[in-house]
């Protein structure tokens, strides 16, 4: 074999692939600078985006707000216990107040009954989606305890409840009065006890509300019973 067909059959790869590089170039109106030029910004571009993302080249999930998480979501055992005891608390409440609809014989007692009504059935909607909203049950288990403070303070038995219920006239306003007030207290002390040993803003807020609304209440039943 001649020494010229030897380099005639030799690949030429850097001659061919310039070649071919340059006829590209020609072909799409691009000269082989600028090409370059726009490699190194786009690579420019994709460095910046990497780096943004986290540089692995996805969402940096981490940095996602939480929405899916509730507000005020740092609780602890005395503010569930409080939502879960404080929602049967109203609803005995309610039930003594609704007794007051055909019973009551006082005008001013048969208002403040409405009153704690209105006031205190979207109170135990707002408990229970606290609660709800956290994956808790809205009953406690095992009875009505807060931590540190035993059962449930204010609660009438049944039998309270069935003489209250079975009450007409004067003495219905009196009993509902000595009772409404002996149940608000119970709400006070719970509202007390949670607003130092609860962590959860939200429960401390709606305690605090509460409390403001049942003591106003508590003077006004007072009052009655002093001129009945």
Known sequence: MSAG?????????????????EGTDLMI????????????????ITLVVSAACGGTGGVDHGSQPMTSAPSGAAHNDADVAFAQMMIPHHQQAIEMATFADTRA?????????????????????TMANWLSSRGLPTAQ???HNMPGMGSMPGMMSEEEMAQLKAATGVDFDRRFARMMIAHHNGALQMC???????????????AATIERDQSAEVVELQKIIDRL
């Open 5 to 21: 067909h030897a380099r005639r059959g030799r690949p030429q790869p850097c001659f061919h692939l310039q070649h071919r590089q």
């Open 29 to 44: 109106g691009i000269p082989a600078v600028r090409r370059a030029a726009l490699a190194g910004v786009a690579a420019l």
């Open 105 to 125: 014989n006082d005008a001013e007692l048969k208002g403040l009954a409405a009153k704690v009504k209105s006031t205190q059935e979207p109170e135990i909607a």
């Open 141 to 143: 288990a095992g009875g």
């Open 192 to 206: 007390r006890d949670v607003t130092v040993q609860g962590s959860d803003a939200q429960v401390k807020a709606l």
